[in-house]
């Protein structure tokens, strides 16, 4: 069983910026591809940003030039750097580990508690 706990949510303002962290057990980040999701009250989850074992990173085009996803093996963590924040990225953001299909669909299967991130003036 893998273990994935988030940190680094929280509340900031329009233009801002937080880093999110993912801790995943043992040496889950070197075996799995990682990502992030989040969910907006109301909405469906949605993929925010997928990155492979080898590092090849996927950002959904509603966050691209402005989110970054990045590996540390070496400290089993996933990072979601955030910037130019708006008030529509609110929501919870969860990490998760999981697998790709050979046609590329990502797979999720272990999933952190999730963390709040409020964008708010």
């Known amino acids: 069983q893998v273990q994935v706990v988030e940190s680094g949510g929280g509340l900031v303002q329009p233009g801002g910026s937080l880093r999110l962290s993912c801790a995943a057990s043992?040496?889950?980040?070197?075996?799995?591809?990682m990502a992030w999701c989040r969910q907006a009250p109301g909405k469906q989850h949605e993929l925010v940003a997928h990155i492979t074992t080898n590092s090849s990173a996927n950002i959904v085009d509603s966050v691209k030039g402005r989110f970054t996803i990045s590996r540390d093996n070496a400290k089993n963590t996933v990072y979601l750097q955030m910037n130019s924040l708006k008030p529509e990225d609110t929501a919870v953001y969860y990490c998760?580990?999981?697998?790709?299909?050979?046609?590329?669909?990502?797979?999720?299967?272990?999933w952190g508690q999730g963390t709040q991130v409020t964008v708010s003036s």
């Open positions: 043992g040496s889950a980040v070197r075996v799995y591809d």
């Open positions: 998760n580990a999981g697998l790709s299909t050979s046609s590329g669909t990502y797979l999720p299967r272990y």
